[in-house]
């Protein structure tokens, strides 16, 4: 009776012990994911870079899927390096409120995401669209938004 008493008591000390290691685990990558996500957010300008060659090249709109904030964050940067006229089309992105990216609104929580950007020609780069469910209809209203605006040539039948 005594060695099935210890027995359980050995599977039970097991488990716990299994459970404090995965939680450790869970911690530890929770950490790791952090502090590279604040390595990867500090490199932003470095990346907005690559994005300055694309604006170079003639891009005249830019596509921001939506997901996470550093997508829209990038997106912004991205805006403010083209020239006038450029549309940057925030599809169901993080931010839901184009005051959202306002660094100068003292009520905005996400200001400091945005400080040093010109709020007042990132708003007229910005289109924010909330219709997109998925990543097939972040295109798809990317496309008819240009459509709407003249932005693309008119679509023309397919001939087979």
């Given at each position: 009776r005594r060695e099935k008493y210890m027995f359980v008591f050995g599977v039970c000390?097991?488990?716990?012990?299994?459970?404090?290691?995965?939680g450790f685990l869970?911690?530890?990558n929770s950490m790791l994911a952090l502090l590279s996500s604040r390595k990867w957010l500090s490199n932003l300008p470095a990346c907005s870079d690559a994005g300055a060659a694309a604006i170079a090249s003639g891009t005249s709109n830019v596509l921001v899927c939506g997901g996470e904030a550093c997508r829209d964050e990038l997106g912004a940067k991205l805006a403010l390096q083209g020239y006038e006229g450029i549309v940057a089309f925030m599809s169901s992105g993080h931010y839901k409120l184009l005051t959202d990216f306002n660094p100068d609104d003292q009520s905005n929580p996400h200001r400091t995401r945005f400080q040093g950007m010109d709020f007042?020609?990132?708003?007229?780069a910005l289109v924010l669209d909330r219709d997109a469910l998925d990543t097939l209809s972040n295109f798809t209203t990317f496309v008819r938004y240009l459509r709407m605006h003249n932005a693309l040539p008119p679509q023309r039948p397919k001939s087979w």
């Open positions: 000390t097991g488990i716990c012990l299994c459970c404090i290691w995965l869970a911690i530890m007042s020609r990132l708003s007229a």
